[in-house]
């Protein structure tokens, strides 16, 4: 009888080569911990795949789509796992054709990975498509673009066999590619910018400025689930809240009122590079894209961007609205988003900012607070709320100097015991 796996497929890091060992434990890491809700019984290697095994009935069905949005996936086949008995494998191609869904042509892919098997491909292909030509005499055989492929994997004493799959959303498995810190608020476009930085295979740690106690923790909340709805496919294990509403109170009484967005900015950006240093995170991510609003020029741009030493990545700077939209709805945070929660962005907003800022009226409004001092009061006083994520290592020093710093410190189920 053959039962049901899923075969993971991953395209980028077969090019690893030295570090594809180490690639392809991180993504099998991956994979089991967005399984955590399923009765995994096996992720090994074999022969350039990934594969799955569960120990309940329907769970590689159920849990194929899951798997299709884990970072570094590919692509994710349904597979029969078959012995090496001819009419068991064939009889497995015969059920794999019917659940591809409607074809009029199809063609078998005959691999064997290992020689001790008697039949060759070719054989393979014969005798799989003449059981397959006799259980549909009506379809057609199509070596060129056939609208069904039945993959027949010999691997010692195994034989997978699949005709259905899924593309993955690609990229690299998070955590091989190190850690960056993110400005998530709760809009359309930062979601996004944290997700494509997961794909390329990096620990994201979301930074939320959020207007307390000038306004609700609305936008907080709305953080949590957006965070929440990329879990598990998307591993983030910490977001930090930067409770900001008095600051931009004190700065938007001494500064320039068309000033003020740069400032509360280049606080910002202050602020998440102190955490980035602390969680040794090597760049800061925002959502900014080119012209959007007023303080995505590129002189305003500049005018924040100059207060940070480590990198900035904006994925999103020559993305179209339309464009983000449209990843925003496909990862599941676009509802989220359109729910409206006033954040430090709505507080204490000018009438009409500057949209061209000249780097001298900048540095002059810059000193007319004690920025210094609003940094490290907010470095001291930020909150943060804890997910599971087995990826996500947590700094050690924060943890102790925050033990009792951090009031709001909200710790959600398992968070597992770390450090670097
Ligand atoms: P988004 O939809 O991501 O909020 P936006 O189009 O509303 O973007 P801005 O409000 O100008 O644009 O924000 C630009 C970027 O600054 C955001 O993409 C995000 O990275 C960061 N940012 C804005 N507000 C916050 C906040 N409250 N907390 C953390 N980061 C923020
Ligand atoms: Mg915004």
Redesign the pocket.
Known sequence: MASRVCLVHYHEIGLKGKNRARFERILMDSCKAALAAFSVSCITRISGHILITFSAKGEAERAMPLIAQVPGVARCSLAFHTNREPAEYCRAAIDALAEFGPFETFKVAARRSNTDYELTSMDLNRQVGEALCLAYPEKKVQMREPDATVHVLVVQGSVYVYAKSVRGVGGLPQGSAGKVV????????????TWQLARRGAVVVP?????RPQTADT?EYLCQDIIEQLAPAVQIGRMYV?P?GDCQREISMKTPSDLRVIMY?RV?YSVAERIAKIEGAKAI?????LG??A??TLENIMAVNEVVDIPVFRP?IGSDKQEIIERAKQIGTYDI?CETAP???TLFMPRRPETHAKMDAVHEAWDMFDHDAMIDYLVEHVEYVDFTAPVYKRPRAMRERHEELAPRTVVREGDAEAGE
């Open positions: 993110t400005l998530l608020s709760s809009g359309i476009d930062s979601p996004v910018a930074i939320h400025f959020s207007g936008s930067v900001f900015r910002m991510v925002t959502g900014e894209s959007q609003v303080s995505q999103l988003s954040d430090c962005c």
